[in-house]
């Protein structure tokens, strides 16, 4: 089936940066198609679950201000639709005092303003109960950090798109881009066309650009998203104001290790190592590595004492890494009415909000917002394969 209707704008892929792309657009008037492969919801890309950590604890001074006006973006959307979507909870950021790492967290914070308390040894456990510090290790809390209600957003920032005059189609495979002053999409079950088109097909972004003829450096992995059984229930409760945690580095890990307060499921807490093993997203389950499981097991044994050490449910989610773990949002080089939003290297949904207001500055070809020079292609220049 071929429409006749002609878009302002396209969006393939209705994950967290997606939908919020859609949305801008809509707000801007901009006649817009929402496309998805799968039946919404779905679990099997990157924005599902029920929860994320939203911080503005970073190593980075260009996140920590791009959160300041994210921040703001999420509660205009709660004002907007009466739907809570974050929770306080603050987030213990801890690391290797000595660490370069661990310094960059807590140099960025107090250069920013950033609300936040810095725990000694002697006041740690008096303010986090059930965390071993481990020697050396220096403790500092994001006070504006805490939870997303992720499913709830999606679902909320879909319905708002839906309200403003936006149209979803999912079960919708995008299958070719042919790119054009006017770009023709297929599907699975049309042919649309439009003005801009806006990519953030997540795990499967270059399988989608490959019909553009680019691919970026891009790895995607598998996440196993553990949850621990609290010995005594409540301990580590979101009412009882347990923070998110983020472990820089420590003795058994490389990567971050990062966990959220008991809340989806009563009795059990989030904990999560922030890399995992490389898989196809149309193949995801058949990558079964438990390394990440057991270096979280070691973890929890050691420094969360009111914790079963083994997970008592393991879900699935992955991540789509970059080399520098930066995003990438820019126009296609040699087609500017292609836009992306790619890599979001497992830290990208709190952004949500301000990701979709620069890829609708993007797509409609306007100055974004902010500097987007470290989320450009052409840091890859040696890696960026375009055929063309
Ligand atoms: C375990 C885990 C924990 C995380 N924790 C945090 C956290 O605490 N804080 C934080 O900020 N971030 C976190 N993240 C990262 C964050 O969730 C991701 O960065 C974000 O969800 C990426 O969204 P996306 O829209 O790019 O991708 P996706 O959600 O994967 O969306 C892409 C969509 O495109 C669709 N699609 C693909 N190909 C096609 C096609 N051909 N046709 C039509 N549709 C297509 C897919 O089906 C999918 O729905 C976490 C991620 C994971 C996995």
Redesign the pocket.
């Known amino acids: 089936m071929s429409t006749e209707v002609e878009y302002d704008c396209i969006v393939?892929?209705?994950?967290?940066?997606?939908?919020f792309t859609a949305y801008q657009l809509a707000k801007k008037n901009k006649k817009t198609l929402l496309?998805?492969?799968?039946v919404l919801p779905?679990t099997?890309?990157?924005?599902?679950?029920q929860?994320?950590?939203?911080r503005k604890a970073y190593e980075q001074d260009f996140y920590t201000h791009m959160m300041e006006e994210c921040y703001e973006l999420w509660s205009q959307l709660e004002k907007e639709t009466g739907v809570k979507l974050y929770r306080q909870t603050g987030l213990l950021v801890m690391g290797p005092e000595n660490s370069e790492n661990y310094q960059l967290f807590k140099n960025t914070l107090q250069r920013n303003n950033v609300p936040m308390v810095i725990l000694n040894r002697e006041n740690f456990s008096q303010h986090i109960p059930n965390v071993n510090l481990a020697e050396g290790d220096g403790a500092v809390v994001d006070v504006t950090a805490g939870v997303?209600y992720?499913d709830r957003a999606l679902k909320t920032v879909q319905g708002q798109f839906q309200k403003l005059g936006g149209l979803i189609r999912d079960k919708?495979?995008?299958?070719e881009i042919r790119p054009g002053p006017v770009v023709t999409v297929s599907?699975s079950a049309a042919v649309y066309r439009a003005r801009s088109v806006v990519i953030?097909?997540?795990?499967?972004a270059n399988?989608?650009l490959a019909h553009t003829a680019l691919q970026l450096p891009l790895e995607v992995v598998k996440?196993n998203?553990c949850y621990w059984k609290e010995k005594a229930p409540g301990s580590y409760d979101v009412k009882r104001r347990f923070p998110c945690f983020l472990l820089t580095e420590g003795e058994e890990a490389q990567e971050h290790i990062?966990g959220?307060p008991s809340n989806e499921y009563p009795g059990l807490v989030k904990i999560?190592y922030h890399m995992g093993s490389k898989t196809d997203p149309d193949q995801r389950d058949q990558q079964t590595d438990r390394s990440d499981i057991d270096i979280l097991q070691r973890y929890v044994a050691r420094c969360l004492p009111g914790l079963v050490p083994e997970p008592a449910v393991v879900e699935s989610?992955?991540?789509?890494l970059t080399p520098d773990r930066h995003f990438v949002l820019d126009c296609h080089p040699n087609y500017n009415n292609i836009v992306f939003?790619?890599g979001?290297?497992?830290?990208?949904?709190?952004?949500g909000p301000i990701i979709g207001k620069l890829l609708c500055e993007l797509s409609l070809g306007e100055v974004p917002s902010y500097d987007l020079s470290p989320f450009r292609i052409r840091r890859f220049q040696a890696t960026t394969k375009s055929a063309l």
């Open positions: 393939i892929g209705a994950g967290v940066q997606g939908s496309l998805e492969q799968f779905h099997r890309g990157s924005s599902h679950g929860t994320r950590i939203i997303l992720a919708e495979k995008v299958t599907t953030t097909a997540g795990p499967w399988t989608l996440i998203v990062y959220l999560c989610c992955m991540y789509t939003g790619a979001f290297s497992g830290h990208g949904f709190k952004f």
